[in-house]
């Protein structure tokens, strides 16, 4: 059996110990922010895990769950794709300054955010297009390219940390969702979730080493929760629709602090 109770048989055990290089094909996808040339993607144990044992699986959601989930996929996917490239860069910026346990660091986190940009496209594969796509993914888009937009890399830290809190109450909201019946939804989101709290800590104490005042980092906190919310009110009836009842989570993302 398998941590979500699930038998396993005829699998090759031993690609679960280590990172692996990705595939091309999933990168290929088209993508709100691209990834550096200088980018050499892994895979990590657990995405290998959840691949196999879900990979060629269906999602097992009713249709109006699946359109649900088909228009807010491209607004999780926009938020882990513009991590990937920010950790990407700062990973070597450290690097370069022979930072090493802050290299490490950031470069676990881009992995940790390529996994789950990969898991959330893995799953919008398996949905119908939104016929909105190309407006959800604009706003998404301007909304994470206008969050790079800070005096500096602590502040910048010090929104993404707030921002994987918000993502953190989303998550949790998902996996006790109605929808989260289907494990391999409910997998996926338990993992983001626990990867997204742990980064929250990684990028406060990044924001708070590099200079930041903690009354800035706080006050900044409001503004990107108010974003947030900003971002995630045409899509409230779409979290209905999939069993999370939103004044409750818009309610926890307006109080969740990343301290
Ligand atoms: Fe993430
Ligand atoms: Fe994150």
């Known amino acids: 059996m398998n941590q979500w109770g ?21 990168l290929a996808a088209s993508r709100c922010f691209a990834l550096p040339d200088s980018y ?21 959601l009713p249709d109006d769950q699946r359109e649900a989930l088909a228009r807010l996929l491209p607004v999780l996917l926009c938020g882990e794709q513009s991590a990937v490239v920010l950790f990407h860069h700062e990973a ?37 297009r939104p016929q909105d796509l190309p407006n959800i993914r604009r706003r998404a888009k301007r909304f994470f390219a206008r969050l790079g937009r800070v005096e500096s890399t602590a502040e910048h830290f010090a929104q993404i940390s707030h921002l994987d809190s918000a993502v953190a109450v989303i998550m949790r909201a998902l996996e006790a969702s109605e929808a989260a019946r289907d494990r391999q939804l409910r997998s996926l ?71």
Not at 11 to 23: K, M, S, V
Not at 95 to 124: M, N, P, V, W
Request: aromatic share 8%; proline share 5%; glycine share 6%.
């Open 189 to 259: 989101v338990a993992q983001i979730k626990r990867d997204e709290a742990r980064h929250v800590f990684i990028s406060r104490s990044h924001a708070l080493q590099l200079g930041i005042a903690r009354s800035d980092y706080r006050s900044m906190g409001q503004q990107i929760r108010t974003q947030v919310l900003a971002l995630l009110a045409p899509f409230g009836s779409a979290f209905e629709t999939l069993g999370v009842d939103v004044d409750r989570l818009f309610g926890r993302i307006r109080k969740s602090r990343a301290e």
């Open 40 to 60: 050499r993607p892994l895979l990590q144990p657990w995405f290998n895990r959840w691949t196999l044992v879900y990979g060629e699986q269906p999602l097992r």
């Open 92 to 128: 070597r910026r450290l690097s370069a300054a022979a930072r090493q346990a802050s290299y490490h660091c950031f470069s676990t986190i881009e992995k940790d955010e390529f996994q789950h940009d990969l898991g959330l496209q893995a799953l919008q594969r398996k949905l119908p």
């Open 6 to 26: 699930e038998r396993m048989e005829n699998t090759d055990l031993a690609i679960f110990g280590r990172d692996r290089p990705a595939p091309t094909e999933p």
